[in-house]
Each structure stands twice: as structure tokens, then as C-alpha cells.
């Protein structure tokens, strides 16, 4: 189940009581559209408007999200006024008597230190104003509060401060699967700079020796790979998204391929068949380059005479399949279950274990990286992409759970 759907569930269901609390006072049973009983119209309208209220939530607490939200909150609590607050300010209110937004911060110093909610009398001179009384109820991520939640009556209500504290948590879940889209952003990126750091050095400094043997001798030939290299270095420090296509970076991938083979000459050969269909299927940023890669260093390091990778890229369906196959030394296969489960550190650094990793937090543990190897008999690397664009994927398999 997708964490949406978790979170929706774990914090919508207690709202419930007050959803049906709510529909017994306004719900008449001939507007209910064929839905049911009055208790399972007012479960499907509460349910139905959390998850309206979750979107803007999912991008963390600001004035924009807050404001999207509030309508919507306040339509669950069935209150005058509602206001949402970080830990400084009213990101904003909704409903009658704004006025209130001074006494309300002034009332707020206590549930923001102890994380406890409470409920107090507003005091209003304005005599058409019904807002009298208002209920606090903290909004909490990871044990530290972040705002409140503030709903505004003319009147005490127990119910109402029950209501308050469940639909605060319904927030404070979806501020904290916030924090967890973050948190992933984050690591996605750290581990693409991890893996241009890995790459760079040596790659950098084998393609510059390389042009510079050229330079006397084949000034045009050194002009060509400048430019190769120039291209491939600007792909691999783009900055803008975290996928790209599988044709983009093919290319990118011939830019490399065609500075190890100056390196390398005839030692080196590389035969390529892509399927046109499969060009426009993304993938993750950097993907392919470090699995070519890795047949080069395996291909040609510990063995004489020439090595041979092979690169396909076929329709299968539902999936675009990449193999990457070379004739070199191979490995160890609990060599390389270690180096993919991050217990042993591959010489060299290539990155094998970053692909895997990245491939998995995408689209799930079944689309990791397949290895086919052994002492002596080279190493096939096989990549599963599904066709569905980046971020469809979420959707896909929320429905399919």
C-alpha cells in the first residue's frame, strides 16, 4: 500500500465519529443520492474531503498549502472559523472573525512548547462576530511541533475537541509523509553527486591524457574528443530533474564509449542494438553510463588481448529491457552480493551498488538490477524500465494495492 493511502487511512478513520457526529446534524435522508444511510454518507463525504485536504498538505506547511487546506479542514470540523499556524504566525485563516489572529498567537505559546492542546475563551467586542471560544490542537512531525491547528465556535463543545485533536493528526501525518518525499529528494541527490564524485576523478583525468596524446599528432582527432568529452561532462553535471531518457542517455553513453575507445583502441569493441520504440521510456538520471562502465573496467583490467560489450535495448511490453553484457573476468557472485548490499566497497568505485539502489527507491524492489556473472565468464547486467512516465508510477500501484 502507497504511503498516501497508509497515511489516509491511519489518520482519516478516526475522524469518522465526528464525520457521522456532523452528518447526524446536517444530513437529511433525501439528499443522499443513492449513497446509503445517513451514517455511510456522512463517512463517504468525510473520507472523500480528508482526501481532497491531503494534497496541498504533501508539500509541507506554508501560507499556499495552509490556505488550500483550510477550506477543506474546516468542512470536516463544521466550524465558524479555522486557522493554521506554524510555529511564529497565522499562515491562515478561514471563515469569520480574522480579528481574532492576535489573541489566537497570544494563546499559542503553551501548546507549542508542550505539544499538549487546549481550548480557551476569545474575548470579541464586535457584537455580530460568533466566534467565542476556540480549540488548540498542536501539529506535530517526528515529536517536534510545528504549528497548530485552531478551530473557532461560538460555544464550548466537547465534541468539537475531540474532532480538533483527530484532524490535527490527520495533518500532522501528511506534513510528516512530507518530510518523507524530502528526505527521498535528498537522498536521490546526494546519491547522484556521490556517484559524479565517483566517477569524475579518474575518468577525467584518462580522458584528458588521452586528447593530449593527440594533440601533435591528430589535431583534428584531439578536436573531436575535446568535444566528446565536453558534451559528456555536460550531461553527467546537469542540474535540472532526476530523470531523463533512455535516448538522452544512450548518447550520453556513446560520448563516454567513444573516449574509452580512443583510450583503449582495438582492445576495445562495442556493438549496439536499440529498439526505436523504447528512445522515449524514462529512467533514472545517470543510470547506464555506470553499468558501462563497469563492463569496461571488468572487460579489460586482469586480461589480455580484447573485450567485447554488447548493449541492447529492447520492447518487452510493459517494460523496456537493458542488457549490458561483457566477455571479461567476471566476479565472485557473493562478491558481488556483498557489493550490492553495501557491506564491501568495490575497487575503483564504479557505482553498481548506486544504480541498484536508486532503480529500487523508484520502482520497487522487483525492478533492481539483475547480475549474471562468474570467475571467468564475464558479467551481464540486466535493467527492467517500465514505459509509465516518472511520478504515474505512484498511481499505478496505489491502484494496484
Known amino acids: 500500500m502507497s504511503g498516501f493511502l497508509a497515511g489516509l487511512c491511519a489518520a482519516a478513520l478516526p475522524l469518522l465519529a465526528a464525520g457521522y457526529w456532523l452528518g447526524r446534524r446536517t444530513t437529511r435522508p433525501q439528499s443522499l443520492g443513492g449513497l446509503g444511510t445517513p451514517v455511510e454518507h456522512a463517512t463517504f463525504q468525510t473520507l472523500h474531503t480528508a482526501s481532497l485536504a491531503a494534497p496541498p498538505l504533501r508539500a509541507g506547511l506554508t501560507e499556499e498549502t495552509a490556505r488550500k487546506a483550510a477550506r477543506r479542514l474546516r468542512s470536516l470540523l463544521g466550524t465558524d472559523a479555522l ?140 578536436r573531436e574528443l575535446l568535444l566528446e568529452f565536453a558534451d559528456f561532462i555536460r550531461y553527467s553535471f546537469r542540474r535540472h530533474g532526476d530523470f531523463t531518457t533512455l535516448a538522452d542517455e544512450l548518447h550520453a553513453m556513446e560520448h563516454y564509449l567513444a573516449l574509452v575507445r580512443a583510450r583503449f583502441g582495438d582492445r576495445l569493441t562495442v556493438t549496439l542494438q536499440i529498439a526505436p520504440e523504447v528512445l522515449p521510456v524514462s529512467l533514472p538520471f545517470l543510470c547506464l553510463q555506470p553499468l558501462v562502465e563497469n563492463a569496461v573496467k571488468h572487460g579489460l583490467e586482469g586480461k589480455t588481448g580484447t573485450c567485447h560489450i ?92
Not at 320 to 339: H, Q, S
Not at 367 to 384: N, S
Open 83 to 222: 486557522c493554521l499556524t506554524d510555529d511564529t504566525r497565522v499562515l491562515t485563516w478561514d471563515g469569520v472573525g480574522a480579528h481574532h489572529r492576535g489573541e489566537i498567537m497570544e494563546h499559542l505559546t503553551g501548546p507549542l512548547e508542550t505539544g499538549r492542546g487546549e481550548a480557551f475563551r476569545l474575548t470579541c467586542r464586535a457584537p455580530d462576530c460568533p466566534v467565542r471560544w476556540a480549540v488548540v490542537a498542536p501539529l506535530t512531525v517526528d515529536d517536534r511541533v510545528h504549528g497548530a491547528l485552531v478551530a473557532c465556535a461560538p460555544r464550548e463543545s466537547a465534541v468539537l475537541v475531540r474532532a480538533a485533536a483527530e484532524v490535527a493528526r490527520f495533518v500532522s501525518v501528511q506534513l510528516e509523509l512530507a518530510e518523507l518525499d524530502r528526505s527521498r529528494t535528498r537522498l536521490i541527490e546526494a546519491e547522484i553527486k556521490a556517484l559524479r564524485a565517483q566517477i569524475s576523478p579518474h575518468f577525467i583525468f584518462n580522458s584528458l591524457a588521452v586528447i593530449a596524446s593527440f594533440v601533435r599528432t591528430d589535431p583534428e582527432r584531439a
Open 310 to 401: 554488447r548493449i541492447t535495448a529492447q520492447d518487452a511490453g510493459s517494460e523496456a529491457l537493458v542488457v549490458i553484457e561483457d566477455d571479461g573476468v567476471g566476479m565472485d557472485p557473493e562478491l558481488l552480493r556483498r557489493i550490492l548490499a553495501g557491506e564491501v566497497s568495490p575497487s575503483g568505485g564504479i557505482g553498481l551498488s548506486n544504480v541498484d539502489d536508486r532503480l529500487r527507491q523508484v520502482y520497487g524492489d522487483d525492478h533492481g538490477l539483475v547480475i549474471e556473472t562468474a570467475p571467468g565468464a564475464g558479467m551481464k547486467i540486466t535493467v527492467r524500465l517500465p514505459k509509465y512516465q516518472p511520478g504515474v508510477h505512484s498511481a499505478t500501484r496505489l491502484i494496484e494495492s
